[in-house]
């Protein structure tokens, strides 16, 4: 089955400097791959989504690359806020149609110091 | 309301008790999922609903029972569980599941005496 590694685990960074958090994922076939972010008390909360089909997306401060060749993808945060820090998840999703599910990163917890 | 909305947000029981976690979502999607959030692990999946559905059972012990009555509810049922099921359980939903987003609840934080 997939296997997905996320590091760091913890990341400290300036208000204003940028945050990456890189994760590699095991399944060549895997095709689909979110980023949540989980808030304390609350359920993680989808950020951002990049398809195999294309190499980098951008939204605003966030943006996510992907490699398929090294089979690994990356989480890019630029002039960092407080309201950033929170938990990061990636995932990878199978490609078995129909039978698709998330395999979770270990978590990143960012925290953006004043 | 909208969204994925859980209850209750907190639950404690003995090991010999029978309780409920409840599910709403008001996305109009048709596929629901339940997963387990432990400390230091990654999320686990444990069950999918497919309109209405079970179409996975990722080896989750017996003493968790879930239910879709339809695909806008899903529950889970627990009896007899062990301290190692203390966690968090957050249900999500998406439209379809061809690898489509996933939208969480805030989760049930369950104790386990």
């Known amino acids: 089955g997939e296997n997905v590694e996320q590091h760091p685990s913890t990341l400290s960074v300036q208000e204003g400097d940028s945050a990456v958090i890189k994760c590699t994922y095991s399944?060549?076939?895997?095709?689909?791959f979110p980023w949540y972010k989980q808030e304390l008390g609350k359920g993680p909360q989808l950020i951002i989504d990049?398809?195999?089909?294309?190499g980098e997306k951008k939204d605003q401060r966030i943006a996510v690359t992907l490699n398929k060749t090294a089979k690994h993808f990356s989480l890019h945060i630029t002039e960092t806020q407080p309201e950033d820090s929170a938990v990061y998840f990636c995932?990878?999703?199978?490609?078995?149609?129909?039978?698709?599910?998330?395999?979770f990163g270990t978590g990143t917890r960012l925290t953006i110091i004043p | 309301e909208t969204g994925v909305t859980q209850t209750p947000r907190h639950l404690v029981m003995g090991m010999t008790n029978k309780k409920s976690l409840k599910c709403e979502q008001h996305l109009g999607h048709n596929a629901m999922y339940w997963y387990k959030q432990s400390a230091k692990k990654p999320l686990e999946l444990m069950f999918v609903?497919?309109?209405?559905?079970?179409?996975e059972n990722n080896s989750v012990p017996s003493r968790f029972s879930p239910e879709c009555p339809n695909s806008s509810h899903l529950f889970l049922h627990l009896h007899t569980l062990q301290p190692e099921d203390s966690a968090l359980y957050l249900c999500?939903?998406?439209?379809?599941?061809?690898?489509?987003?996933?939208?969480f609840g805030d989760g049930t934080r369950l104790s386990i005496l």
């Open positions: 990049i398809r195999s089909n294309v």
């Open positions: 399944d060549s076939a895997s095709n689909y």
């Open positions: 609903y497919s309109l209405e559905e079970r179409v």
């Open positions: 999500a939903s998406s439209q379809g599941r061809g690898n489509q987003p996933q939208h």
């Open positions: 995932a990878a999703s199978s490609s078995n149609f129909g039978n698709e599910k998330l395999t």
